[in-house]
């Protein structure tokens, strides 16, 4: 896959002429932009109702930042030390969930449907309780929101989240929301 650039913005208020203009399959956003954000053009997207993904471009990643972004709809996330064929291998994994693997060889759909069947697998051995407790953190309430709506402690929500990364064998609640995106349907 050969990616082109066919604009570059520093405004945020060029993005729906821009759109409207140009066919976009993917936008790259650093986080903070000449007087606004990444969550800015996320917002303008929705208010729309454009749905095209968008990749934030970083040096670090904030996790609270971060959970933000994705809840708002952002893609996925690029940090600047990866290498290019890091970067390209990420975009074209956005850009083929995207537009469906039509373009992918025969391996990589059995890769991914392998990957998909394996994760829906993990998904389902969670318990009941701790599919509410996913359910409600995908929707993005916070640990206090999720202890108050199931009636159980704070410490209890941290555990249940500790134990479901485990069973997901994912490492932050970044991977976490990123895979119950791609996995759960209606939230609770």
Same mark, same amino acid.
């Given at each position: 896959m050969i990616f082109e650039v066919c604009a570059y913005l520093d405004n945020k208020d060029l993005i729906i002429e821009t759109i409207s203009e140009e066919k976009i399959d993917l936008i790259i956003s650093e986080i903070n932009l000449n007087g606004s954000s990444a969550l800015d053009i996320? @917002?303008?997207?929705? =208010?729309? @109702?454009?749905?095209?993904?968008?990749?934030?471009?970083t040096s670090l990643l904030n996790e609270i930042k971060s959970l933000k972004l994705l809840k708002s709809g952002a893609s996925g996330f690029l940090t600047k030390n990866l290498k290019k064929k890091t970067i390209r291998h990420l975009l074209q994994e956005i850009a083929f969930?995207?537009?469906s693997s039509g373009e992918l060889n025969k391996f990589t759909r059995?890769?991914? +449907?392998?990957?998909f069947d394996y994760n829906t697998e993990k998904i389902n051995s969670l318990s009941k309780r701790e599919l509410q407790?996913?359910?409600?953190?995908? +929707?993005?309430?916070?640990?206090m929101e999720i202890s108050? #709506?199931?009636n159980i402690n704070q410490k209890t929500v941290n %555990?249940?989240? %500790?134990?479901?990364? @485990? =069973?997901l064998?994912?490492?932050s609640k970044i991977d976490l929301f990123i895979l119950a995106r #791609?996995?759960?349907?209606?939230?609770?």
């Open positions: 996320l @917002k303008i997207l929705k =208010k729309n @109702k454009i749905d095209i993904p968008v990749v934030i471009f969930s995207r537009y059995l890769k991914n +449907r392998f990957n407790v996913l359910k409600l953190f995908f +929707r993005g309430k916070r640990n108050e #709506k199931l %555990t249940y989240i %500790t134990r479901i990364m @485990k =069973k064998e994912v490492n #791609k996995h759960i349907k209606q939230p609770y």
